[in-house]
Nanobody, 124 residues
Framework: QVQLVESGGGLVQAGGSLRLSCAAS????????MGWFRQAPGKEREFVAA????????YYADSVKGRFTISRDNAKNTVYLQMNSLKPEDTAVYYC?????????????????WGQGTQVTVSS
């Protein structure tokens, strides 16, 4: 069983930055990949970023590439999402998730444990 707890969301002006954290329980955190997804009101959940178990490979949605950075600290069982140059369209609930051991990084169907989400609101 894996439990994921996100933190770091909040209200920020356009152009600002936030860093989200996702703390994972369990002793096997370093053995699986992690991802961040987001869901805006009235929209489907969408992929934001993912990172391999070692941190050596990262993946981003085109909409956040160059602005967001995903990283992880396996000693702390934590994955991060650094968000810079935020835009109003980044407003959403952000979720971290544990990826299954196979399948594309980009589909939510390949993630089996999810956090409760943290709200990010970007004002114009």
């Amino acid at each position: 069983q894996v439990q994921l707890v996100e933190s770091g969301g909040g209200l920020v002006q356009a152009g600002g930055s936030l860093r989200l954290s996702c703390a994972a329980s369990g002793r096997t955190f370093s053995s699986y990949a992690m991802g961040w997804f987001r869901q805006a009101p009235g929209k489907e959940r969408e992929f934001v970023a993912a990172i391999s178990w070692s941190g050596s490979s990262t993946y981003y949605a085109d909409s956040v590439k160059g602005r967001f950075t995903i990283s992880r600290d396996n000693a702390k069982n934590t994955v991060y999402l650094q968000m810079n140059s935020l835009k109003p369209e980044d407003t959403a609930v952000y979720y971290c998730a544990k990826r299954r051991f196979s399948g594309t990084y980009y589909s939510s169907q390949n993630y089996d444990y999810w956090g409760q989400g943290t709200q990010v609101t970007v004002s114009s």
